[in-house]
């Protein structure tokens, strides 16, 4: 079975334009979550959606925004890109919603911000 | 605030030098605690998940154990594929979704 796929895999972008990630789940897998990994930290949460609904939001500005589709896909957004969005941008499927059940990771999208 | 910690930042064995990595946790309610290994450039790699205290589970050369406070990832004779960042991440039960908040891991070097 596929893992969780992200694309692109590299993305370099200016300062003040707008970005989309895309991910895919994990067949069976109805929640997507997002994280942004800064060089030498842990994964932040940024977003979670579960059947197409937002669940959760982390400490990220208004900036970031996300949608998940019928299929359970998902979109990432990032406008008005700062240096400071330079990062490892990662999605993470599970099958359900509020249980500590796992979550796999997929390989991530780098994008660098000049 | 959930807070987790991990020591140490780094830590170089000689393959077959067995140790252990901490992770001290503070958080309201614990739901699951998560280890992950992660390679550098890529997503990470679920290990494993411990969901309350005297929990332990095994794989290979790796046994994870849980108390009320920290966790611990011990490794037994490493060899130098187990060199990696390890990443330990809880979920809260006050979060009424999935959430995960991590450590900023335990970077692995085994030397042959």
């Known amino acids: 079975d596929a893992g969780v796929t992200q694309s692109p895999t590299h993305l370099i972008k200016t300062r003040g334009q707008q970005v989309t990630l895309r991910c895919s789940p994990i067949?069976?897998?109805?929640?997507v979550s997002w994280y942004q990994q800064v060089l030498g930290q842990g994964p932040q949460f940024i977003f979670q959606?579960?059947?197409?609904?937002e669940r959760g939001r982390g400490n990220f500005p208004d900036r970031f925004s996300a949608r998940q589709f019928p299929n359970y896909s998902s979109e990432l957004n990032v406008n008005a890109l700062l240096l400071g969005d330079s990062a490892l941008y990662l999605c993470?499927?599970?099958w359900g919603q509020g249980m500590a059940n796992e979550q796999f990771f997929g390989p991530g999208t780098r994008l660098t911000v000049l | 605030e959930d807070q987790v910690t991990q020591s140490p930042e780094a830590l170089r064995l000689q393959e077959g030098e067995s140790s252990s990595l901490n992770c001290s946790y503070t958080?309201?309610?614990?739901?699951?605690l998560f280890w992950y290994r992660q390679d550098p450039g890529k997503g990470p790699e679920f290990l494993f998940t411990?969901?309350?205290a005297g929990e332990e589970k095994e794989k290979e050369r790796l046994k994870a154990t849980l108390t009320k406070k920290e966790s611990f990832l011990h490794i037994t004779a490493p060899k130098p594929e187990d060199s990696a960042t390890y990443l330990c991440?809880?979920?809260?039960?006050?979060?009424?979704?999935?959430?995960?908040?991590f450590g900023g891991g335990t970077r692995l070097m085994v030397k042959p």
């Open positions: 067949s069976g897998h109805k929640s």
């Open positions: 993470a499927s599970s």
């Open positions: 958080v309201s309610g614990l739901r699951g």
């Open positions: 959606y579960y059947e197409k609904e």
């Open positions: 991440a809880v979920q809260a039960a006050s979060n009424a979704g999935n959430m995960l908040t």
């Open positions: 411990l969901y309350s």
